[in-house]
């Protein structure tokens, strides 16, 4: 069948398929204009983990999604497809995350790696193939967008986007990244992992194409990163959750925010969005949950408003999403809705047809 046939022929009012893609659409990856990468890994985790099964989680709960969204209700119809993770991404996750738990705890205990040769092996192996993973990353982003395609990554934890972000640089020269996220990301090689995923920021800025990143909602950062932040020389501007809300206590709208927010982008921004970054009751089980935040609403509002901005969208990721131990598929939901609604925000900027606004009456 052509896409149109099949358009015709599926109703979005229905539940999504079981033997579909994400959101239950029937598109295969070569009908839909988003691909969405999912990368399950999370080797360097320091704290909670689960968010190698971020993806899946989002996947299932994706079903569940209603497709008529307010913004973009003909989203669905232009095909969003989710690709298979290849995988060995999956089995070395766990491999090497098993490997770096007796490093991060000697580390804890005030060791020094250099006396244990085991253990500098181990973390040898573990940057490499950390490094090997953001070159498979790269290539497979660059095939979809070789091919004409918008391409998301799903992680996984927050390291997980750097191959992405090599692949945007070797489309575009100058672009900045806006970040939500509690923490900002720029440790150098934390805890002797040169690929972190709190260090996935510092690492970015290795990256000559990425002019400016710009943090939204930071609560939690240590002085190296604070030192990191003013060497850079207003390539890494913050606004942190308690000057975000000082403001508005004192009579400064979330839309003026966003305003001053979008104004300090360049031309070409990419998204980064750790769902942390959200309050901790949105995804409780993310890796490192941390007090305050932002709501979905105010994140969607901030998107919306980038989207009409005149500025143009290269592409974002979304990570961080982690299922609960209990079960939960709270997290998943959360997350599924929030990569639905940034599809949206990628594909109406671009100027694809998600559709008219729906207006309801009030009165």
Known sequence: MTKQQIIESFDPSQPGLADATVFG????????????????????????????????????????VDL?????PELWKLGIYMEEAPKHWKTNSDKYKSLAQPIIEALEGGEDIGNFPALQADLDKINKVCRELHTEVKEKVLYWMNNGK??????????????YYEALASKHDNYGILHLDAHMDL???????????????????????VSKIVQVGIRDFCEQEVDVVQKSNGRVLVNTDADLKAESFQGKTWEQQCEAIIASLPQKVCISF?????????????????????????????????????????????VEVAPGEDGSDWDGNVGARMLFHMCGVL?????????????????
């Open 68 to 72: 008529n969204h307010q913004d973009f």
């Open 274 to 318: 750790d769902i942390d970054g959200m309050y901790p009751w949105y995804c409780p089980n993310t890796g490192t949950p941390v007090p305050g935040g932002f709501s979905f609403e105010q994140a969607t509002y901030l998107f919306n408003k980038l989207a009409e901005s005149g500025k143009e969208i290269i592409g974002f990721d979304l």
């Open 187 to 209: 440790r150098i090689a934390y805890e002797g992992f040169t690929y972190s995923h709190a260090s996935i920021m510092y690492n970015t800025l290795q990256i000559p194409q």
């Open 150 to 163: 918008k391409v998301v990554l799903l992680g996984g934890d927050h390291s997980t986007p750097l191959g």
């Open 347 to 363: 594909a109406k900027n671009n100027g694809l047809n998600t559709g008219n606004k729906i207006s309801f009456p009030r009165k």
């Open 25 to 64: 659409l029937p598109f295969s990856a070569e009908d839909s204009e988003i691909i969405v990468i999912p990368v399950p890994w999370e080797v360097t985790v320091s704290y909670g983990a689960g968010a190698s099964e971020g993806p899946d989680a989002i996947m299932d709960a994706s079903f569940q």
